[in-house]
């Protein structure tokens, strides 16, 4: 009896493993680590937090993400310098820039230093969702077919 179960058991289908999505974050605030672990884990996203905008472009010559948030208000780097960096090292990732100014010109800025969305602080958790299913999506069309949001194309997104 016991070898008919183990039998079954064997035979049953494994669900195929999905490939994760690799996130790294530049210099976040306390509060928007806590959600983004949060939704990091709940989604099985790989996230890599650094504290500064020279540890990420470290981190980036050696593994590559392909999301990076990027906060507007780095340490010791004007933002647009390093999005230009990391648009140059990554130029198959897409940058998200994290801000408190909610400005059309921002998000001009934004494409012209290679980024690809602005994410409007304070971060809420359906913002986030969306704009990394966008980027994912857009990097992958097939990738995120499950997802219940509509992928925003970057010149729109707002």
Same mark, same amino acid.
């Given at each position: 009896?016991?070898? $008919?179960?183990?039998?079954?058991?064997?035979?049953?289908?494994?669900?195929?493993?999905? &490939?994760?999505?690799?996130?790294?974050?530049?210099?976040?605030?306390?509060?928007? *680590? +806590?959600?983004?672990? *949060?939704?990091?884990?709940?989604?099985?996203?790989?996230?890599? #937090?650094? =504290? %500064?905008?020279?540890?990420?472009?470290?981190?980036?010559?050696?593994? &590559? #993400? &392909?999301? /990076?948030? @990027?906060?507007? =208000?780095?340490?010791?780097?004007?933002? *647009? &310098? +390093?999005?230009?960096?990391?648009?140059?090292?990554?130029?198959?990732? $897409? /940058?998200?820039?994290? %801000?408190?100014?909610?400005?059309?010109?921002? @998000?001009?800025? +934004?494409?012209?230093?290679?980024?690809?969305?602005?994410?409007?602080?304070?971060?809420?958790?359906? !913002?986030?969702?969306?704009? /990394?299913?966008?980027? +994912?999506? #857009?990097?992958?069309?097939? !990738?995120? %077919?499950?997802?219940?949001?509509?992928? *925003?194309?970057?010149?729109?997104?707002?």
């Amino acid at each position: 009896m016991w070898l $008919c179960d183990w039998y079954k058991k064997r035979n049953q289908p494994r669900p195929v493993p999905v &490939e994760r999505v690799r996130i790294l974050a530049l210099s976040m605030s306390l509060e928007d *680590r +806590v959600l983004l672990e *949060r939704l990091g884990k709940q989604h099985q996203w790989e996230l890599r #937090f650094t =504290n %500064s905008p020279r540890e990420g472009f470290n981190l980036v010559s050696q593994i &590559e #993400f &392909e999301l /990076i948030l @990027c906060d507007r =208000n780095q340490p010791g780097y004007p933002w *647009r &310098e +390093v999005m230009g960096r990391l648009a140059a090292s990554l130029p198959r990732s $897409c /940058i998200l820039l994290v %801000s408190h100014v909610n400005a059309d010109y921002l @998000c001009g800025d +934004v494409l012209l230093q290679g980024g690809y969305d602005v994410l409007i602080r304070p971060l809420r958790e359906k !913002a986030v969702l969306q704009s /990394i299913d966008a980027a +994912v999506r #857009f990097l992958s069309p097939t !990738a995120g %077919s499950g997802t219940i949001y509509q992928p *925003r194309h970057p010149l729109n997104a707002k």
